[in-house]
């Protein structure tokens, strides 16, 4: 009897090249895998060449640990690896690399050449692999290091050579990939060139604002801000930019867990949600965040590239994420319209940690500048007016023309200079260091000392000492400053108003109600139903008042205070429909807010506009409208001169 025999193993070959396809997709994770392995071998310089427009030909040199002739051999072999030894090493993993499959599956699409040299060793080893097969290691001159080049990339795997995109889309990607691992190990110098051009380099100082100055140009370094959070178990490190520098794309969110580069929508929505009403719809920041925490609490084993991770406490990272950019965020240095104003500053000194290369995390206290005399429509101030003199002072007089007011800069020194005898800590302006180049920042031990000849010193807009002039069309305030014209959307600036002081109502957590006129009758569903009656305690505590009618119908008499819309029902289904208390209020807010604003052509007196330029003070965020729409909008006086040629 004939046994036909329909399962067989396949060849070394064809199983080292199905399982490439999960490894080495396109010239970018080529590169990914080899620079990665020089990390982990502790090197400080990688250098990445690409020789030719399509990328088939790779060479990446590091001056790491090497190998031996005896671990070049294993290197190519699938599932050998120096990171881990037992399946427990993974809870304790510190390396980038460890499953062992990066050297084995690139040799299985293209021709391998390793050249590898150990600090002890006298003279180093070459070894070529082909078609999967390795030859032997022979002696040969070489530098401390490895260097290994790739030829003929996908040579022998047409089909997936075929669905790459253009030479430049691919090479933009290999660019990104490179500047975001050099953002996570700013202690490392990169390198990487096509030809005889440099494409990116940086510096290697240990500084990740000099990563952040090569990757975006030294003035895009001052729309930055420090993120520096330390939770229980978690810390969180890196930049986010001001709300007025992003993009209309994700695609300059970073981050990294461990100093890991990973995607994660679960981190994209938690900046999304940080930057709710600082940001118009459809833009993005731009944000450089390393989450240090136990290694225990991920599970890095989740994706064959190693670009995706799992967290064992998501809620705790969601909330320290939100609350590190809204540290950063939420304070009127950052979210207040600015008036740059050139003048010299001395040294900042910021703790950096040598291992991670990121600033160390610091108390982030807000500012509290004095009040500044600023002119109103009478020529009195609007404090003066309002508030009438402080407590033990004196009324002060009224300047008799606008010359003797201070000047935004003098104002800026006496704030700074305050600022300077009650707090120690560096504010989050300094913090953004304006490096004149990448030899400025320097490594001095645990510190990083900057030296910044010239920078910005940016101070905030009161908008309480502008001067106002009118309205333009009903709508828009037109005021002067030291330093130009500005021009506010009344109706932008009164939904801030209202929307932060809903907020803090909302927020409140009284759980008071608003008696409906006509009570409203809800037909759910039975999965509605059972979530109401699960919730009706929490509902309650919202401000809720709902009796059962029968079935799965009930009665809707009281909203919640906070709540100004008319379509209880829809509130009531949106809590039930899964979404967060926090999500859901905001949502509901905007509508209250801007429903009460001021509209546009309404005609304001000169008490109306005072009194809605100083409640702008007082909110957190004076710069965008909850929508993320800019409030004002300044025309400085040099640009007024350019227009008219003088």
């Not at 399946?87 to 084995?104: I, K, Q, S, Y």
């Not at 997936?160 to 953002?183: H, T, V």
Request: net charge neutral; proline share 6%; with cysteine.
């Amino acid at each position: 009897m004939q046994i036909n025999n329909r399962i067989h193993l396949l060849d070394t070959l064809t199983a080292n090249q199905i399982a490439a396809g999960e490894v080495v997709e396109r010239p970018l994770s080529v590169i990914k895998e080899l620079v990665e392995n020089a990390i982990d071998a502790t090197a400080r310089h990688i250098e990445v060449k690409i020789f030719d427009a399509a990328a088939e030909k790779i060479q990446v040199a590091d001056d790491g640990s090497g190998m031996s002739p005896q671990d070049m051999l294993l290197s190519v072999k699938r599932h050998a690896t120096s990171k881990i030894s037992r399946l427990d090493d993974l809870d304790n993993l510190f390396t980038l690399g460890f499953r062992g499959e990066a050297l084995p599956s690139i040799a299985a699409v293209s021709i391998v050449t390793i050249t590898s040299k150990q600090a002890e060793d006298i003279q180093g080893y070459k070894l070529k692999v082909e078609q999967g097969k390795p030859g032997l290691p022979e002696e040969t001159g070489a530098r401390n290091g490895t260097i290994v080049l790739v030829e003929r990339l996908f040579y022998n795997a047409p089909a997936r050579k075929k669905f790459l995109k253009s030479p430049r889309w691919e090479l933009g990607l290999i660019s990104d990939c490179l500047q975001k691992l050099a953002l996570s190990h700013p202690g490392i110098a990169f390198k990487l060139t096509q030809g005889s051009k440099t494409l990116f380099a940086s510096p290697g100082a240990g500084d990740l604002g000099g990563v952040l100055q090569s990757i975006y140009g030294q003035e895009a370094l001052a729309d930055f801000t420090v993120l520096d959070h330390m939770g229980q178990d978690l810390q969180i490190s890196g930049y986010t930019s001001l709300p007025d520098f992003n993009r209309a794309e994700r695609s300059h969110y970073t981050f990294f867990v461990n100093q890991r580069w990973i995607k994660s929508r679960e981190l994209n929505a938690m900046v999304d949600e940080a930057y709710h009403t600082l940001l118009p719809k459809g833009r993005y920041p731009l944000i450089v965040m390393n989450i240090v925490l136990p290694q225990h609490s991920i599970d890095v084993n989740v994706h064959p590239a190693k670009l995706e991770i799992k967290f064992q406490q998501p809620r705790l990272v969601k909330e320290a994420v939100l609350t590190a950019i809204r540290r950063a965020l939420l304070h009127k240095e950052a979210l207040a319209p600015r008036l740059g104003v050139v003048g010299p500053s001395k040294p900042t000194i910021l703790p950096v940690d040598p291992q991670t290369g990121f600033i160390r995390p610091q108390e982030n206290k807000p500012q509290h500048f004095k009040e500044s005399p600023g002119l109103a429509l009478d020529g009195r101030t609007l404090a003066e007016r309002l508030y009438g003199r402080s407590s033990g002072e004196p009324t002060p007089k009224p300047p008799q023309n606008t010359t003797t007011a201070p000047s935004s800069m003098e104002q800026c020194d006496e704030r700074q200079t305050s600022d300077a005898n009650t707090n120690s800590v560096p504010s989050p302006i300094e913090q953004r260091l304006d490096f004149s180049s990448p030899a400025s920042a320097t490594v001095s031990g645990r510190e990083i000392i900057a030296s910044q000849p010239t920078a910005f010193t940016l101070c905030p807009l009161v908008y309480a000492e502008l001067r106002v002039l009118g309205q333009v069309e009903n709508s828009f305030i037109v005021a002067v400053g030291e330093d130009g014209v500005y021009f506010i959307d009344q109706h932008a600036a009164h939904e801030r108003v209202l929307y932060e002081q809903i907020l803090a109502q909302a927020h409140g957590g009284s759980g008071e109600s608003r008696m409906l006129a006509l009570p409203q009758t809800i037909q759910l569903t039975a999965g509605e139903h059972i979530l109401l009656t699960e919730s009706i305690l929490y509902l309650n505590e919202l401000g809720f008042i709902i009796e059962h009618f029968g079935e799965n119908t009930y009665i809707i008499r009281g909203a919640p205070l906070w709540y100004e819309g008319q379509d209880a029902q829809g509130l009531l289904r949106s809590v039930l429909s899964g979404q967060s208390s926090d999500c859901l209020r905001r949502e509901e807010i905007f509508m209250a807010a801007c429903k009460q604003a001021i509209k546009a052509n309404s005609r304001l007196g000169a008490a109306d506009i005072s009194s809605l330029l100083v409640a702008l003070d007082k909110c957190e965020n004076s710069a965008t409208c909850p929508h993320g729409r800019p409030i004002a909008v300044k025309i400085t006086f040099a640009e007024i001169r350019k227009r008219f040629l003088r």
